[in-house]
């Protein structure tokens, strides 16, 4: 019996299509750092009409670059224009879908758009497009991917709000050739799909226009209203309460029931994070979904390693979302706002030497342990650090030396962004991720 269920399982997985891993870049500097640490496609915004204004961004000539430097390494790139657009942003979008069609030397692989207007004016602007609907058009039933599968649409994000069991039921109902994209890691909007009214109250800064300032994170009480000024806690806390702090969504654990439902590509949220989140969430889903389709067996024995990593990006504690059924209370977090965040982003190796820098006094046989890179953030000679490498290894190194781009020795790093060469204790490789933990929390 025990046997006939294991061939049976081999078989499933034989027909099952290994899902993409879809990493967001708000840079240059993150999108290669993706690409280097296991992504199979990246998202990312330009200028305008993405939903990340407060992102860095790309600018025409970078995210040519970056698309260049993905292509070359067998990486899809997507492009947002997810705005709710409005009559004046029009005409300005035709230019930029004209943009990205005209962009050499390569273009991008898809747009991602949630307007229907902007869907239209995209069809007509660069017909050969493929389109994929963002996760802002409220994609909750099979009726309406199969309607923009009608309109030319190749791929559907589906809404934070379905379980895996709906997910099932649309996969069932929609042609063959139709994607599936879903959220697997990253926060939560408390608002459906994330329409959001609450930023443009509060600020003027209107979330639909990428604009959003984050008021879902802010500390609230009750008042009522013949009693003003006296603030009354919503949850039994002396300190207010976070009603709408959502826990962040992490289905490192659930990797089989996402393949199982049929969905094409697993999607990370994060077009503002750091090099370093990127890199491990990266890392860590890439290692996950491989082992997963090498063997269940493999994955079952990882997942301790999967847990240990995940954990090291910043994070609001986890929550499985919807997948399982309505979230309840256990998915918000009540008395506080702030993230966990157990490492420090230091920089990412430029390039390495081996003793070849006349300051430098290692025998010149040594390996690569000294390295150059841009410092994010302060550390000292004597430092404890770790190199965090694509492969899976954290390498734990000393900070022997270190030395400005004058070849002047210092006991620290107090410039930001200044460019440093360091001398380690162990190897390390161009764009390895050098991190250190934070004692603080």
């Not at 000539?61 to 970056?66: H, L, P, R």
């Not at 895996?164 to 109902?173: F, Q, T």
């Not at 077009?271 to 990127?278: Q, S």
């Not at 550390?379 to 492969?391: L, R």
Request: with cysteine; net charge negative; aromatic share 10%.
């Amino acid at each position: 019996m025990a046997a006939r269920r294991r061939k049976e399982t081999g078989r499933a997985m034989e027909n099952r299509k290994k899902p993409e891993l879809l990493i967001p870049a708000g840079s240059l500097e993150v999108l290669k750092t993706a690409v280097i640490f296991g992504a199979d496609a990246v998202y990312i915004g330009g200028e305008a009409f993405g939903l990340r204004a407060k992102a860095k961004n790309f600018s025409p000539e970078e995210m040519a670059e970056g698309i260049v430097f993905a292509h070359a390494r067998g990486v899809k790139v997507y492009v947002t224009a997810n705005v709710l657009a409005h009559n004046e942003d029009l005409e300005e979008a035709a230019a930029y879908f004209a943009g990205l069609r005209d962009m050499e030397p390569e273009r991008c692989d898809a747009l991602i758009i949630s307007d229907p207007g902007m869907f239209a004016l995209a069809r007509e602007v660069w017909p050969q497009a493929e389109i994929h609907i963002s996760t802002q058009a409220n994609n909750t039933n099979y009726r309406t991917y199969r309607f923009w599968w009608e309109l030319g649409a190749k791929r559907v994000v589906s809404a934070r709000e379905l379980s895996l069991a709906e997910i099932r039921a649309i996969r069932e109902r929609i042609p063959e050739g139709m994607e599936i994209e879903s959220f697997v890691q990253g926060s939560m909007c408390i608002s459906y799909s994330g329409r959001c009214l609450l930023s443009n109250y509060f600020t003027g800064r209107d979330a639909n226009q990428g604009a959003c300032t984050h008021p879902c994170r802010w500390k609230y009480a009750l008042v009522e209203e013949t009693r003003p000024g006296e603030y009354l806690p919503v949850y039994e806390n002396e300190r207010g309460t976070y009603i709408f702090n959502s826990k962040d969504l992490c289905m490192i654990e659930h990797i089989p029931e996402l393949a199982e439902a049929g969905i094409d590509s697993l999607k990370v949220e994060g077009r503002m994070k750091t090099a370093l989140y990127i890199a491990t969430v990266a890392r860590t889903y890439r290692k996950a979904i491989d082992d997963y389709f090498a063997s269940e067996a493999s994955y079952r024995a990882n997942m301790d390693w999967y847990r240990a990593e995940i954990a090291k990006c910043t994070y609001r504690q986890f929550t499985t979302g919807f997948y399982f059924g309505k979230p309840g209370e256990e998915a918000q977090i009540y008395d506080n706002s702030t993230y966990v965040n157990e490492y420090i982003f230091l920089g990412i190796v430029e390039e390495t030497a081996s003793g070849a820098l006349p300051w430098d006094d290692s025998p010149a046989e040594e390996p690569s342990r000294l390295v150059r890179f841009e410092q994010r953030n302060k550390f000292s000679v004597g430092d404890s650090i770790e190199i965090m490498k694509p492969d899976g290894r954290n390498v734990p190194v000393l900070v022997e030396a270190m030395y400005d781009q004058e070849g002047q020795a210092m006991e620290s790093c107090p410039h930001a962004r200044q460019k440093i060469w360091a001398r380690l204790s162990g190897e390390a490789s161009p764009c390895d991720l050098l991190r250190v933990a934070n004692l603080q929390g």
